[in-house]
């Protein structure tokens, strides 16, 4: 199976289609950002969103973020989510690889993703990308209702 990995510049009704599916499989209680919202998304300066293609059909996806603070720029890679039916195929491994390209590419030092340890797939792919585990605590303060 050929994949080919691709920014997401346009919202199109399909690509719109398609990101509500995988926002389905990625969180339960998530709310499907509007068109409105996801071109917000595309649009941004510091936010690269990433599309995976198997036959024409987006069957994966990941939001990079690159930003500058005073100690440098970073990346941060957020929802990565591939199709049930495509799992196990290396594309959510093409997607971060691409992402950590991009990053280098944009002068980040690091790029940090969290992952639920119940991703055990998941874990041990990003363990394998040679992310390593940090011993940091990570807070949350919520500003209302997630996904809001």
Do not use: C, H, W
């Not at 100690?71 to 989510?81: A, L, S």
């Not at 030092?109 to 990570?138: C, I, M």
Request: proline residues 3%; hydrophobic residues 45%.
């Amino acid at each position: 199976m050929q994949i080919e990995i691709e920014e997401v510049i346009a919202i199109t009704p399909a690509v719109a289609e398609a990101f509500a599916e995988l926002v389905r499989q990625l969180s339960s209680s998530a709310r499907m950002p509007s068109k409105g919202e996801l071109e917000e998304i595309v649009a941004s300066p510091a936010t690269i969103v990433l599309a995976a293609r198997a036959s024409e059909k987006i069957v994966g996806m990941l939001t990079l973020v690159v930003f500058r603070i005073p100690t440098g720029v970073r990346g941060i890679i957020e929802d990565v989510v591939v199709d049930e039916a495509y799992r196990g195929q290396g594309i959510a491994e093409a997607l971060t690889r691409e992402a950590l390209a991009r990053s280098g590419a944009a002068g980040a030092k690091t790029v940090d993703l969290t992952s639920r340890p119940s991703r055990e797939a998941a874990n041990r792919l990003y363990q394998r990308l040679g992310f390593q585990k940090r011993d940091s605590n990570v807070y949350r303060f919520s500003l209302g209702k997630e996904g809001q």
